[in-house]
């Protein structure tokens, strides 16, 4: 198997993981929604269309691997950098249907403007650059 393959593999299955919590969650939104669970419904929905939308970005990524200037290494560190905000921002925005806050801004609430700080370290930031990343990959050196 060559280190392309090995990387569009990962993606694959990176996705295919994601997919798997994103389905799951699911439920997640089912149980919210009629009061089953105390959290909020929108943001669980939330929740549930990020791991969704995430898979479909990590599994795009590794489509396009063969396409992108980076060697082996390039394209596992793009896989990551790319699958990680993703988990993150699943995870980040489940935990803040059940505390019931925005997140948006920094409000001086202590849960909201913690939600704030990890969707930006974790979610945010890291993925502006995985999506930067990604499209410099396309950039062909010059003959």
């Known amino acids: 198997m060559s280190e392309g393959t090995v990387s569009?593999?990962?993606?694959a299955r990176n996705g295919?993981?994601?997919l798997l919590i994103g389905l799951l969650t699911g439920g997640f939104v089912s149980a919210a929604m009629t009061g089953k669970v105390n959290a909020d419904p929108g943001?669980?929905?939330?929740?549930h269309l990020n791991a969704l939308l995430g898979a479909f970005w990590v599994v795009g990524v590794g489509w396009s691997l063969e396409f992108l200037h980076y060697g082996p290494?390039?394209?596992r560190r793009l896989v990551w950098a790319t699958t990680l905000p993703n988990v993150g921002n699943w995870a980040v925005t489940a935990l803040k249907a059940?505390?019931?806050v925005k997140g948006v801004d920094?409000?001086?609430d202590a849960k909201n403007d913690t939600i704030f700080g990890l969707l930006t370290l974790l979610v945010v930031v890291p993925s502006l650059g995985a999506a930067a990343a990604w499209v410099y990959g396309f950039k062909r050196p010059v003959k």
């Open 8 to 11: 569009a593999r990962l993606a």
């Open 16 to 18: 295919a993981v994601l």
């Open 43 to 47: 943001a669980a929905l939330a929740s």
């Open 73 to 75: 290494v390039g394209q």
């Open 98 to 100: 059940f505390w019931k």
């Open 106 to 108: 920094a409000v001086g």
